[in-house]
């Protein structure tokens, strides 16, 4: 593809996004299922569902710009995956396996947010107000994710791993 205008480039952004989601959509399963704390359990499930949606909401906005997802491998996503499906492999304690899980959900969540805030940005630019509603919607859900996970460690899990 080739990047001429901003709007090209956001274009990309947005692929890049919906591969990353349909990356999460296949490994946040894998994460609940390794999780031992039934905290984190529920919140990555209910993520997941999220995730779900929010991939659903980037095929609206493909359909509002009358563009294709397209076949863009998101490498960022696939090796904060990688990194994350490796510690699951790891012979580690319950509650250390957790914390680790938690780190490895906020890497994601924080990419997440960054490429989120940009491509909303870029609506805004252009003029999308659809399209930038949408996106600032999915930005927040990814917020309150990283905020869950967070809250999930530092008051519970981190402290079992000290343990």
């Not at 359990?41 to 929010?54: D, G, I, N, R, V």
């Not at 680790?100 to 969540?109: L, M, Q, W």
């Amino acid at each position: 593809m080739e990047l001429n205008t901003l709007r090209d480039l956001f274009v990309e952004q947005l692929q890049d996004l919906y591969n990353a989601e349909s990356q999460l959509i296949k490994a946040l399963p894998k994460m609940a299922k390794k999780a031992t704390n039934e905290e984190l359990k529920q919140a990555l499930e209910q993520h997941l569902a999220e995730t779900e949606q929010q991939r659903e909401r980037l095929d609206q906005i493909f359909e509002l710009l009358g563009e294709k997802a397209g076949r863009h491998k998101c490498k960022a996503m696939e090796g904060l995956i990688e990194e994350g499906e490796e510690l699951l492999k790891e012979d580690a304690e319950p509650e250390v396996l957790d914390a680790g899980i938690i780190a490895s959900g906020n890497r994601i969540e924080h990419y997440e947010i960054a490429g989120y805030g940009t491509a909303r940005t870029y609506a805004a630019q252009l003029g999308e107000k659809q399209i930038e509603k949408l996106l600032s919607q999915t930005l927040e859900e990814e917020k309150k994710a990283d905020a869950l996970l967070t809250e999930l460690a530092e008051s519970t899990i981190n402290i079992q791993a000290e343990k």
